[in-house]
């Protein structure tokens, strides 16, 4: 029996999700970035979990994205094997 994973905590899941939905776009971190008015270094740290991220940024980047809200904040939205 394989071991119980631990659940994703919201920061985690809206960094994945965020991630891979620029990466989707085809957006590099820079380009991102420069799209929303941010810096790099703050979408990076966004998309590591390091960054507490303000509930209007995450408005902004899905915006951004042309995503919505919800979904970069859904645990379900990308599954991706080997990647927490």
Do not use: C, H
């Not at 394989?2 to 820079?30: C, H, I, T, W, Y």
């Not at 998309?47 to 408005?59: H, L």
């Amino acid at each position: 029996m394989g071991k119980a994973s631990k659940p994703l905590s919201a920061r985690d899941v809206f960094a994945r999700n965020l991630r891979q939905s620029r990466r989707m776009k085809d957006l590099s971190q820079e380009a991102l970035a420069l799209q929303a008015g941010l810096s790099r270094t703050y979408v990076s740290e966004v998309e590591r979990g390091t960054r507490n991220i303000a509930i209007d940024n995450m408005g902004l980047l899905a915006e951004t994205l042309g995503v919505s809200l919800r979904d970069l904040v859904d645990p379900g939205m990308f599954k991706v094997l080997g990647e927490n």
